[in-house]
């Protein structure tokens, strides 16, 4: 059965440094989507992304985060400067189309 | 007001209990609705799409009321496997990003 693949599935980083986390999403997908839960709390969404190109994105999603989709399978998502705050579980999620998200089974990132 | 609530629990049931959850959502022009069970430090996973006319799997049954603008899951004959937090899920179709909302979870506990 397809699923979605993340790495790393735990990183520990120091404030102020960059993090990538990575994700192959299902193959035959078009929409794409980071997702982050902070201990304890809700699923929050983070962005979509679209034909190349981020189509939607939420007021936590601010210039310190970025999406790329370098080549034709993974799809990453880079914070560049990261706060105590950013810790939580970062979740890559796709969809075929309007039927459900599948998700990947997270990358826990730490900041310290 | 949130996009989409659910009373968080936990609901504390004994095995071979019915039990019921709700979840409300704000927004009309959502249209595609599912309900997804999180395991602890665990990603999301779908449990049900919820269909208008309502739709049942086994023991578990999802129903969709727009007028009131709720959805529902019942569980019957509760499992100890049953015990998760039960997350609802909402969005719409017009959106280019097709980005679901997540409620905060309702935590369910099935006691031997």
């Known amino acids: 059965e397809p699923e979605v693949t993340q790495t790393p599935s735990h990183q520990v980083t120091q404030m102020g440094q960059e993090v990538i986390l990575r994700c192959v999403p299902i193959s035959n997908h078009l929409y794409f989507y980071w997702y982050r839960q902070i201990l304890g709390q809700k699923v929050e969404f983070l962005v979509s992304?679209?034909?190349?190109?981020?189509?939607?994105k939420s007021e936590i999603f601010d210039d310190q985060f970025s999406v790329e989709r370098p080549d034709g399978s993974n799809f990453t998502l880079k914070i560049r400067s990261t706060k105590l705050e950013d810790s939580a579980m970062y979740f890559c999620a796709s969809r075929p189309g309007y039927g459900e998200l599948f998700f990947g089974e997270g990358s826990r990132l730490t900041v310290l | 007001r949130k996009e989409v609530e659910q009373d968080p629990g936990p609901f504390n049931v004994p095995e071979g209990a019915t039990v019921a959850f709700n979840c409300t959502y704000s927004n009309s022009a959502s249209q595609s609705f599912f309900w997804y069970r999180q395991d602890c430090r665990k990603e999301p996973k779908l449990l049900m799409s919820?269909?208008?006319s309502g739709n049942e799997d086994g023991r578990f049954t999802a129903q969709l009321n727009r007028a009131s603008q709720y959805i529902s899951l019942l569980i019957r004959d509760s499992k100890l496997s049953d015990s998760a937090t039960y997350l609802c899920a909402g969005g719409p179709y017009n959106n280019a990003g097709n980005m679901l909302t997540f409620g905060g979870g309702t935590r369910l506990m099935v006691k031997p």
């Open positions: 992304f679209y034909n190349n190109e981020i189509s939607e």
């Open positions: 919820v269909y208008s």
